[in-house]
């Protein structure tokens, strides 16, 4: 059975870094791409970036282009988010998901964790 389990939300003062991680189980993690989105209270879930199967090419949201890294170690079939700079308008609650087709996986992923909290305040 596929999983995917988040993990290293937290509270952080603006400014500050904090990395996710991925865990995943049941697949073949370098048969999937990997992305991250969040959602925030009263707002849709949103794409935040996203990684191919080799790690070769990733993907972005402008807001978080230049402070965000999407990362994967296949031989370890975790996925990590490193977040810099982080800004009040990051808090969320932030989602791994998984999807064979790097298309989909930016848009409507198959697959999809329980999420963690990241709050971004003073």
């Known amino acids: 059975q596929l999983q995917l389990v988040e993990s290293g939300g937290d509270l952080v003062q603006p400014g500050g870094s904090l990395r996710l991680s991925c865990a995943a189980s049941g697949f073949t993690l370098e048969d999937y791409a990997i992305g991250w989105f969040r959602q925030s209270p009263g707002k849709e879930r949103e794409f935040v970036a996203a990684?191919?199967?080799?790690?070769?090419?990733?993907y972005y949201t402008d807001s978080v282009k230049g402070r965000f890294t999407i990362s994967r170690d296949n031989a370890k079939n975790m996925v990590y988010l490193q977040m810099n700079r982080l800004k009040p308008e990051d808090t969320a609650v932030y989602y791994c998901?998984?999807?064979?087709?790097?298309?989909?996986?930016?848009?409507?992923?198959?697959?999809w964790g329980q999420g963690t909290q990241v709050t971004v305040s003073s």
């Open positions: 990684i191919t199967w080799t790690g070769g090419t990733t």
């Open positions: 998901a998984t999807d064979p087709s790097i298309t989909a996986v930016r848009s409507t992923p198959a697959y």
